[in-house]
């Protein structure tokens, strides 16, 4: 099946500073990926849909100044935490969705456990 | 407003019959998806229906009515293993997922 890549895996930062995600799909284009956000014990939350080469789509209450999202490439999408917080600790997970299969399936990466302290 | 439902959580017993149930209320309606998530992992699909009936893999089975709104994920011959957070989501409209809040499930011994 097909197969997405998060990068890094996990990440402790000081308060403040920034911090970049990379979700890559290894074996096939994705003109779409997804980022979701989730919080111990709670459900996946659509922060941001990801579509190439245009600017991405936020969710209501996702701030678009403090989570920046790049998808240059049909492989490649990245998610920028700027100025990061304790509040902002979370399983940051991105999906990619391939159009070749017959429901447009989306495929997890990972995930990227972030810690700010 | 866009609504998906199903128990927190569930207990049986290994070896047993289990199932999830799950109802929906969205904008349109192009599939429903069962993952299963592992703690601290990301989900990983399980199924997909998109017409009435049950879809079977295995020891898991999905139904859906859509007239109803409805689906249950089935798992038979529990193993321990299964022990998860099972999650449904449905796409819609716009081919969104739109995810429930997840079930977990415990296997007990």
């Known amino acids: 099946g097909a197969v997405v890549s998060q990068h890094p895996s996990w990440v402790i930062c000081k308060s403040g500073t920034s911090v970049k995600i990379e979700c890559r799909s290894l074996d096939f284009q994705a003109t779409t990926m997804f980022w979701y956000r989730q919080f111990p014990k709670q459900s996946l939350m659509l922060m941001a849909t990801s579509n190439e080469g245009s600017k991405a789509t936020y969710e209501q209450g996702v701030e678009k100044d403090k989570f920046l999202i790049n998808h240059a490439s049909l492989t490649l999408s990245t998610l920028t935490v700027t100025s990061a917080h304790p509040e902002d600790s979370s399983f940051y997970i991105c999906?990619?969705?391939?159009?070749?299969?017959?429901?447009?399936?989306?495929?997890f990466g990972p995930g990227t456990r972030l810690t700010v302290t | 407003g866009q609504n998906i439902d199903q128990p927190t959580e569930m207990t049986a017993t290994e070896g047993a019959i289990v199932q999830i149930n799950c109802t929906y209320q969205t904008s349109g309606f192009n599939g429903l998806f069962w993952y299963q998530q592992h703690a601290g992992e990301a989900p990983t699909f399980l199924s997909y229906?998109?017409l009435d009936g049950l879809e079977e893999k295995g020891r898991f089975s999905s139904f859906l009515s859509r007239s109803k709104g409805y689906s249950y994920l089935l798992l038979k011959e529990l193993q321990m293993k299964d022990s998860a957070s099972y999650l449904c989501?449905?796409?819609?409209?716009?081919?969104?997922?739109?995810w429930g809040a997840g079930t977990k499930l415990i296997i007990k011994p």
């Open positions: 989501a449905v796409a819609d409209s716009n081919y969104q997922l739109i």
């Open positions: 229906n998109v």
């Open positions: 999906s990619a969705r391939d159009l070749e299969t017959d429901y447009d399936e989306q495929y």
